[in-house]
């Protein structure tokens, strides 16, 4: 995989994408200790993650520093660590940059669902060669959890609340023993002890089902953390910027969304989320996210709709048919309070963006 | 940055402080220690010297000075000095007057000063001005905030004099640069000038300054520097941050500067820059014109900005001094303090975050200890054992500790400090969502633990404002001053001594003053079972000597005070209902001069308000006022009764033209019996606001606009007021016999007529025919709210009611079975299935 050029990859790991500026990190504190199997600093991890200017770092997350540090220090003092919030507040980005900068992979990765089995999380077997053979370590087919105790690396587990309780509780002995039993094997490989370096980041949504679908017993063995949607609007405008650019690049579009329609779109998505105007007056919550995840997706997609069928430049205009798709799901009551938002908060704003903003609101349905 | 300023052997030290900083403390004890000094010159209000031997007698801490007065325009404004045990502040106080050296504050009196200042705690954190430099200088050193920033380069890294000296003053040398030309800051910086420059010649011995930092360099230009850096501080603030600003030890991640051997530790390129600034220094310190170099200093190039920015020097000549009004009323005095309100997370602007922690840092410190956050950290889990029943198990505290070890390195600290602390229990004990508009009851509980309880007292033998005095003086005469256990207190309002005690209880409660609370009085009775008697509770609270000190604002009697703080309370608000509302406590409070006054005030407002339930609920004040005059001794104002006509009026006014369809019923019902009660009161001498009572009713009843309650209120006071026709109940009745509306037509009239149904044959008899008209879900859709309505009569006259029916329909006892009595059995079991049934609406949460 490492040898395929990034472009030719739809989405590259964090790893891949910013392997420069690990290998700077990695460079710069060399000679620093850190936890064992870590392939940076602490310290390095978070300046991965938040950027930093002068080394030539990107910024990739926002967040409040000391929630940064938390999330590092839980995995460095082996607790699992559990990343819950709204949908589209980057837990799974944020997972993804945490297990890069400290195993240098991001892939290790189980994704939760109401289909997923213990095989799907520890090992399976080649039925042909366990026929053949027997059961043996050539025959058994490890999983990531078993990689990531195996390596020492960071395993991510996704949606961890989708799956049965009964299948969370795989990780018990796991997270508290740090030791798989493979009891099909011989004796003297029927231990697998985890290496020094793994650890797990599970991440679960609050929207639909929440961390109450977990066992106590699990819960005490992961930090919890809440992850944020950014308060900031300005940040998250920079934010918005900056990833939709990169997207259009990566699409090899030549594609600008001026800074005024990036803040109608992040205004826009801010107040929607917020249900209150930054004037500072209530509006109707909508029942979608709402989420910056998304703000980032319906600008990509605005830019793309101009591209190919308009001018090539994103105005209101194609905000809004993108904003449809994303603001209006399954809630009838939806429409309306967009509606009443439009003429509301959006209508006798000043600025040509706002204006083709309101005008817009034609298509509407 | 003059290096002179860094000698801590100087004729005049300016010892650089952060109010409330136990680092600080502690060094300035012990250079207080070594010194010696002749005199002790510290940034607190000068006004306050005269009193100053009283800050040291035995007081128990916290404790604030409280400085107050009232202008010649009637504002009013005080400000806290608050101290604590690590207040530097408080150890240059105490340790110099101990070493016999000459203390003296040296700050403006808050009544020159309150004018130009909007803060109230003097001693909180002054970098308004200089926020961009600060959250450069955060994000440089990773961390959140001042109060971060602070603790990180000074509290947890515990420096030695020379390095605190060197590291504080570059802070803050560079947050005045940014706070510029700022008038209130001016002003201060002239008027502790002008002591410094007193005691120099005054004193031959060794002067220590002890001002918040961002004075400390300012003062020392104003009286040592040349004429370029006095001229530094009176410029515009700069407007962009230039890197060039950050000091060389905000390095600090690499260097971890700490000691001065460390220090020593500066690239080569610093050394040479600061070598040149210090030769620049001594240049023009000898008029030599300084030699041109490549390599600026931060220092100047900041001074080129500022430069550019200032546009010229003569635009900032303009500064300070707004017009100081005189005072009408004056005073400073010590008070009680507490910790609770010292900390900046629940005070308004109160200086420091989690003293209970700074001081446990200050005590540990102070005998060699270390590991503060142990205690602490015990102490937050057993008070979320004991106070909050929660189940930490030691596992989660060894999470906690580990965590928050882990957190300190991770962010440098050489010991955990407070956010570590905190962030370690989010991380190993927080297993929710957190919502972050409203804190989480852990979060409160660590923070509560850090906080710290501790209350100040004051010392029996200091001064105290006459207030204070006169009201001490009274409790002790009447043999009522509070105790630590409750006492309560039955004051029948119509003997003289209880009413006078009454009155005096009155004006502490406006006054806020805790642990005296009015439990009940007859205003509770609303009308009916008339007794004069009201009951106080009197308990010590460690509050109430600070709430009289700091009432001595509204001034120095309890009269002037009780009646200013109401008046205050009038102007605030300008309704009908809290006027009438200042009417009544001014009454309750005997103030006769104000009553006249407030009355007068409330006649102009009457015709302003339409809110129709706010002057309905001034004219229910007035009503309690007319009803018990004598008691309240209302004299003064003659007579309530133009007050009452013109409220009466007004209600009167305000149903016709707008009716009351957006009020609830309680509300309506409220309003309709004060209206009666009011008519009754008027009949004789308002023959004409009598019939207009009545006239609004008439036409209410006729409107179809008219609600179903009210119109049923209106028929009922009618009926009983002998205004409707024979029949007219009936047709009423008639009109809301529909499920939807019969009950809440029955409910107004019930309410306010219960004789009708009992008197009137006919009315029963129709109301009977329309419930057995209704089919069985018609009649499902009637009955909450009748029943409701039939609530209103007790278990007799239900019956007394039940049997007219009977007699009314023909039917005899035996059809319905009325009279025979239940069997204790069957009572019995009904009670269980009732209190079953109630378990179970409980339980689904179908009633509160």
Same mark, same amino acid.
């Given at each position: 995989?490492?040898?395929?050029?990034?472009?030719?990859?739809?989405?590259?790991?964090?790893?891949?994408?910013?392997?420069?500026?690990?290998?700077?990190?990695?460079?710069?504190?060399?000679?620093?200790?850190?936890?064992?199997?870590?392939?940076?600093?602490?310290?390095?991890?978070?300046?991965?993650?938040?950027?930093?200017?002068?080394?030539?770092?990107?910024?990739?997350?926002?967040?409040?520093?000391?929630?940064?540090?938390?999330?590092?220090?839980?995995?460095?003092?082996?607790?699992?660590?559990?990343?819950?919030?709204?949908?589209?507040?980057?837990?799974?980005?944020?997972?993804?940059?945490?297990?890069?900068?400290?195993?240098?992979?991001?892939?290790?990765?189980?994704?939760?669902?109401?289909? $997923?089995?213990?095989?799907?999380?520890?090992?399976?077997?080649?039925?042909?060669?366990?026929?053949?053979?027997?059961?043996?370590?050539?025959?058994?087919?490890?999983?990531?959890?078993?990689?990531?105790?195996?390596?020492?690396?960071?395993?991510?587990?996704?949606?961890?609340?989708?799956?049965?309780?009964?299948?969370?509780?795989? *990780?018990?002995?796991?997270?508290?023993?740090?030791?798989?039993?493979?009891?099909?094997?011989?004796?003297?490989?029927?231990? *697998?002890?985890?290496?020094?370096?793994?650890?797990?980041?599970? $991440?679960?949504?609050?929207?639909?089902?929440?961390?109450?679908?977990?066992?106590?017993?699990?819960?005490?063995?992961?930090?919890?953390?809440?992850?944020?949607?950014?308060?900031?609007?300005?940040?998250?405008?920079?934010?918005?910027?900056?990833?939709?650019?990169?997207?259009?690049?990566?699409?090899?579009?030549?594609?600008?969304?001026?800074?005024?329609?990036?803040?109608?779109?992040?205004?826009?998505?801010?107040?929607?989320?917020?249900?209150?105007?930054?004037?500072?007056?209530?509006?109707?919550?909508?029942?979608?996210?709402?989420?910056?995840?998304?703000?980032?997706?319906?600008?990509?997609?605005?830019?793309?709709?101009?591209?190919?069928?308009?001018?090539?430049?994103?105005?209101?205009?194609?905000?809004?048919?993108?904003?449809?798709? $994303?603001?209006?799901?399954?809630?009838?009551?939806?429409?309306?309070? *967009?509606?009443?938002?439009?003429?509301?908060?959006?209508?006798?704003?000043?600025?040509?963006?706002?204006?083709?903003?309101?005008?817009?609101?034609?298509?509407?349905? | 940055?003059?290096?002179? &300023?860094?000698?801590?052997?100087?004729?005049?030290?300016?010892?650089?402080?952060?109010?409330?900083?136990?680092?600080?403390?502690?060094?300035?004890?012990?250079?207080?220690?070594?010194?010696?000094?002749?005199?002790?010159?510290?940034?607190?209000?000068?006004?306050?010297?005269?009193?100053?031997?009283?800050?040291?007698?035995?007081?128990?801490?916290?404790?604030?000075?409280?400085?107050?007065? =009232?202008?010649?325009?009637?504002?009013?404004? !005080?400000?806290?000095?608050?101290?604590?045990?690590?207040?530097?502040?408080?150890?240059?106080?105490?340790?110099?007057?101990?070493?016999?050296?000459?203390?003296?504050?040296?700050?403006?009196?808050?009544?020159?000063?309150?004018?130009?200042?909007?803060?109230?705690?003097?001693?909180?954190?002054?970098?308004?001005?200089?926020?961009?430099?600060?959250?450069?200088?955060?994000?440089?050193?990773?961390?959140?905030?001042?109060?971060?920033?602070?603790?990180?380069?000074?509290?947890?890294?515990?420096?030695?004099?020379?390095?605190?000296?060197?590291?504080?003053?570059?802070?803050?040398?560079?947050?005045?640069? +940014?706070?510029?030309?700022?008038?209130?800051?001016?002003?201060?910086?002239?008027?502790?000038?002008?002591?410094?420059?007193?005691?120099?010649?005054?004193?031959?011995?060794?002067?220590?300054?002890?001002?918040?930092?961002?004075?400390?360099?300012?003062?020392?230009?104003?009286?040592?520097?040349?004429?370029?850096?006095?001229?530094?501080?009176?410029?515009?603030?700069?407007?962009?941050?230039?890197?060039?600003?950050?000091?060389?030890?905000?390095?600090?991640?690499?260097?971890?500067? !700490?000691?001065?051997?460390?220090?020593?530790?500066?690239?080569?390129?610093?050394?040479?820059?600061?070598?040149?600034?210090? /030769?620049?220094?001594?240049?023009? =310190?000898?008029?030599?014109?300084?030699?041109?170099?490549?390599?600026?200093?931060?220092?100047?190039?900041?001074?080129?900005?500022?430069?550019?920015?200032?546009?010229?020097?003569?635009?900032?000549?303009?500064?300070?001094?707004?017009?100081?009004?005189? #005072?009408?009323?004056?005073?400073?005095?010590?008070?009680?303090?507490?910790?609770?309100?010292?900390?900046?997370?629940?005070?308004?602007?109160?200086?420091?975050?989690?003293?209970?922690?700074?001081?446990?840092?200050?005590?540990?410190?102070?005998?060699?200890?270390?590991?503060?956050?142990?205690?602490?950290?015990?102490? @937050?889990?057993?008070?979320?054992?004991?106070?909050?029943?929660?189940?930490?198990?030691?596992?989660?505290? &060894?999470?906690?500790?580990?965590?928050?070890?882990?957190?300190?390195?991770?962010?440098?600290?050489?010991?955990?400090?407070?956010?570590?602390?905190?962030?370690?229990?989010?991380?190993?004990?927080?297993?929710?969502?957190?919502?972050?508009?409203?804190?989480?009851?852990?979060?409160?509980?660590?923070?509560?633990?850090?906080? !710290?309880?501790?209350?100040?007292?004051?010392?029996?033998?200091?001064?105290?404002?006459?207030?204070?005095?006169?009201? =001490?003086?009274?409790?002790?005469?009447?043999?009522?001053?509070?105790?630590?256990?409750?006492?309560?207190?039955?004051?029948?309002?119509?003997?003289?001594?209880?009413?006078?005690?009454?009155?005096?209880?009155?004006?502490?409660? &406006?006054?806020?003053?805790?642990?005296?609370?009015?439990?009940?009085?007859?205003?509770?009775?609303?009308?009916?079972?008339?007794? %004069?008697?009201?009951?106080?509770?009197?308990?010590?609270?460690?509050?109430?000597?600070?709430?009289?000190? =700091? /009432?001595?604002?509204?001034?120095? @009697?309890?009269?002037?005070?009780?009646?200013?703080?109401?008046?205050?309370?009038?102007? /605030?608000?300008?309704?009908?209902?809290? %006027?009438?509302?200042?009417?009544?406590?001014?009454?309750?409070?005997?103030?006769?001069?104000?009553?006249?006054?407030?009355?007068?005030?409330?006649?102009?407002?009457?015709?302003?308000?339409?809110?129709?339930?706010?002057?309905?609920?001034?004219?229910?004040?007035?009503?309690?006022?007319?009803?018990?005059?004598?008691?309240?001794?209302?004299?003064?104002?003659?007579?309530?009764?133009?007050?009452?006509?013109?409220?009466?009026?007004?209600?009167?006014?305000?149903?016709?033209?707008?009716?009351?369809?957006?009020?609830?019923?309680?509300?309506?019902?409220?309003?309709?019996?004060?209206?009666?009660?009011?008519?009754?009161?008027?009949?004789?001498?308002?023959?004409?606001?009598?019939?207009? +009572?009545?006239?609004?009713?008439?036409?209410?009843?006729?409107?179809?606009?008219?609600?179903?309650?009210?119109?049923?209120?209106?028929?009922?006071?009618?009926?009983?007021?002998?205004?409707?026709?024979?029949?007219?109940?009936?047709?009423?009745?008639?009109?809301?016999?529909?499920?939807?509306?019969?009950?809440?037509?029955?409910?107004?009239?019930?309410?306010? #007529?219960?004789?009708?149904?009992?008197?009137?044959?006919?009315?029963?008899?129709?109301?009977?025919? +329309?419930?057995?008209?209704?089919?069985?879900?018609?009649?499902?859709?009637?009955?909450?709210?009748?029943?409701?309505?039939?609530?209103?009569?007790?278990?007799?006259?239900?019956?007394?009611? #039940?049997?007219?029916?009977?007699?009314?329909?023909?039917?005899?006892?035996?059809?319905?079975?009325?009279?025979?009595?239940?069997?204790?059995?069957?009572?019995?079991?009904?009670?269980?299935?009732?209190?079953?049934?109630?378990?179970?609406?409980?339980?689904?949460?179908?009633?509160?």
């Amino acid at each position: 995989m490492s040898t395929k050029k990034n472009t030719e990859i739809q989405r590259p790991p964090a790893e891949m994408l910013y392997a420069d500026e690990l290998k700077i990190l990695a460079q710069e504190d060399a000679k620093e200790p850190r936890p064992e199997g870590w392939q940076l600093t602490p310290r390095s991890v978070i300046r991965f993650i938040t950027g930093d200017k002068k080394s030539g770092l990107q910024s990739k997350f926002v967040g409040n520093r000391s929630f940064l540090e938390r999330c590092v220090v839980a995995l460095a003092t082996s607790r699992g660590l559990m990343l819950i919030g709204e949908p589209g507040t980057a837990k799974s980005y944020l997972s993804e940059l945490l297990a890069a900068a400290i195993s240098g992979d991001s892939t290790l990765t189980i994704q939760g669902s109401g289909g $997923t089995t213990e095989d799907n999380i520890r090992y399976s077997w080649n039925y042909a060669m366990l026929l053949a053979e027997g059961p043996s370590p050539r025959s058994l087919v490890p999983a990531p959890l078993y990689r990531g105790m195996q390596q020492g690396r960071i395993v991510r587990f996704e949606e961890i609340t989708r799956c049965p309780l009964e299948i969370q509780d795989t *990780l018990l002995s796991v997270l508290s023993d740090r030791v798989l039993a493979i009891p099909e094997l011989p004796d003297d490989e029927r231990m *697998l002890f985890a290496k020094q370096g793994f650890n797990i980041i599970a $991440t679960a949504n609050t929207r639909d089902r929440g961390v109450n679908e977990m066992s106590a017993a699990l819960k005490r063995r992961f930090n919890f953390e809440t992850v944020q949607a950014i308060r900031d609007i300005n940040e998250e405008m920079e934010l918005v910027q900056r990833e939709t650019e990169k997207l259009f690049k990566r699409a090899s579009i030549p594609v600008q969304i001026s800074p005024d329609v990036v803040q109608v779109l992040v205004t826009a998505f801010h107040e929607l989320r917020n249900a209150k105007t930054v004037e500072g007056q209530a509006l109707e919550g909508m029942s979608t996210v709402m989420s910056t995840a998304e703000a980032i997706s319906t600008g990509y997609a605005a830019g793309l709709h101009s591209y190919y069928y308009s001018t090539g430049t994103p105005t209101g205009d194609h905000l809004v048919h993108s904003l449809l798709g $994303t603001a209006l799901k399954d809630n009838p009551d939806d429409i309306k309070k *967009l509606r009443h938002y439009f003429n509301h908060a959006v209508r006798g704003r000043k600025g040509k963006a706002w204006q083709e903003f309101y005008e817009a609101h034609k298509h509407l349905p | 940055m003059n290096p002179r &300023i860094l000698d801590c052997n100087a004729d005049i030290v300016f010892f650089p402080v952060r109010h409330h900083s136990p680092t600080a403390a502690l060094l300035l004890s012990s250079l207080l220690q070594k010194l010696k000094p002749a005199a002790v010159l510290i940034e607190g209000p000068s006004d306050y010297n005269d009193q100053l031997k009283e800050l040291v007698l035995d007081h128990q801490l916290p404790i604030a000075i409280y400085s107050y007065f =009232e202008d010649e325009l009637g504002e009013r404004s !005080g400000a806290f000095y608050p101290f604590c045990e690590y207040s530097p502040e408080w150890q240059a106080v105490t340790k110099g007057q101990k070493q016999g050296a000459s203390v003296e504050f040296i700050d403006m009196a808050w009544a020159e000063l309150s004018n130009l200042s909007r803060r109230r705690n003097l001693y909180s954190d002054e970098d308004q001005g200089s926020i961009r430099y600060i959250s450069e200088l955060c994000k440089q050193l990773e961390v959140d905030g001042f109060s971060e920033l602070w603790d990180k380069i000074i509290e947890i890294e515990n420096p030695a004099l020379a390095d605190y000296m060197s590291r504080v003053h570059h802070l803050c040398y560079h947050m005045r640069i +940014f706070a510029g030309n700022d008038q209130e800051i001016i002003a201060r910086e002239d008027c502790m000038a002008k002591f410094i420059r007193a005691a120099k010649e005054k004193f031959s011995g060794k002067i220590i300054v002890v001002t918040g930092g961002m004075h400390s360099y300012a003062l020392f230009a104003r009286i040592f520097g040349s004429d370029e850096e006095k001229s530094e501080f009176t410029r515009l603030k700069p407007e962009l941050v230039p890197e060039s600003v950050i000091p060389w030890w905000l390095n600090f991640g690499e260097q971890t500067a !700490g000691t001065e051997e460390q220090s020593s530790k500066k690239t080569d390129e610093q050394v040479n820059a600061e070598k040149e600034a210090d /030769a620049r220094q001594s240049d023009k =310190e000898q008029n030599i014109p300084s030699s041109s170099s490549s390599q600026e200093t931060a220092e100047q190039i900041n001074a080129d900005k500022l430069d550019e920015v200032a546009g010229s020097k003569e635009g900032d000549k303009e500064k300070h001094h707004a017009p100081i009004l005189k #005072a009408k009323v004056r005073g400073i005095a010590l008070t009680p303090y507490s910790y609770e309100r010292l900390d900046s997370l629940t005070g308004y602007e109160s200086g420091m975050p989690t003293p209970g922690f700074y001081h446990q840092v200050y005590t540990d410190r102070r005998n060699n200890k270390s590991e503060s956050y142990r205690v602490l950290l015990t102490k @937050t889990i057993s008070n979320l054992r004991k106070k909050k029943g929660q189940q930490i198990s030691s596992a989660d505290l &060894i999470a906690v500790e580990t965590s928050a070890c882990a957190l300190a390195a991770l962010r440098g600290h050489k010991e955990v400090w407070r956010l570590d602390l905190i962030d370690g229990v989010i991380s190993a004990i927080l297993k929710d969502e957190r919502n972050f508009d409203i804190p989480h009851p852990f979060l409160l509980a660590i923070e509560e633990s850090l906080r !710290g309880d501790m209350v100040g007292r004051l010392s029996d033998k200091a001064s105290l404002p006459p207030l204070v005095l006169e009201v =001490e003086s009274k409790l002790r005469q009447w043999d009522i001053y509070p105790q630590s256990f409750e006492r309560l207190l039955h004051l029948e309002l119509t003997d003289e001594l209880a009413s006078a005690q009454s009155m005096f209880l009155h004006k502490l409660t &406006i006054l806020h003053t805790p642990g005296v609370v009015l439990q009940s009085s007859p205003l509770d009775d609303h009308f009916d079972n008339i007794q %004069a008697l009201e009951s106080w509770s009197i308990q010590l609270n460690p509050g109430f000597h600070a709430a009289i000190i =700091e /009432a001595s604002i509204y001034g120095n @009697t309890l009269c002037d005070a009780a009646m200013a703080k109401l008046l205050e309370l009038t102007q /605030a608000t300008n309704n009908t209902a809290s %006027a009438a509302k200042a009417l009544l406590s001014a009454c309750l409070m005997g103030l006769k001069e104000l009553a006249v006054e407030l009355k007068q005030n409330l006649l102009d407002l009457i015709r302003q308000d339409s809110d129709l339930l706010r002057v309905g609920s001034a004219l229910n004040h007035t009503l309690y006022l007319s009803k018990y005059d004598t008691v309240l001794r209302t004299k003064p104002i003659d007579s309530v009764q133009d007050l009452l006509s013109a409220f009466f009026d007004r209600c009167l006014w305000l149903l016709d033209s707008q009716g009351a369809s957006s009020y609830d019923n309680n509300s309506i019902e409220h309003l309709m019996r004060s209206l009666v009660e009011t008519s009754e009161q008027l009949k004789i001498v308002n023959v004409a606001s009598a019939e207009y +009572f009545i006239d609004v009713l008439k036409r209410l009843r006729s409107s179809a606009r008219t609600g179903a309650f009210l119109r049923g209120a209106a028929c009922g006071i009618l009926w009983t007021k002998d205004e409707l026709k024979n029949d007219a109940l009936v047709d009423d009745l008639t009109y809301f016999s529909n499920p939807s509306t019969i009950g809440e037509f029955l409910n107004g009239l019930i309410a306010l #007529a219960k004789e009708s149904l009992k008197q009137r044959d006919d009315l029963l008899k129709s109301l009977d025919q +329309f419930l057995l008209a209704f089919s069985v879900d018609q009649f499902l859709e009637a009955l909450p709210k009748t029943r409701l309505a039939f609530s209103a009569f007790t278990p007799r006259e239900r019956h007394m009611l #039940a049997q007219k029916i009977l007699k009314l329909t023909q039917q005899t006892n035996s059809d319905i079975d009325l009279e025979s009595d239940f069997d204790i059995e069957s009572a019995t079991q009904m009670l269980v299935l009732e209190d079953r049934i109630g378990e179970a609406i409980k339980r689904y949460g179908l009633r509160g």
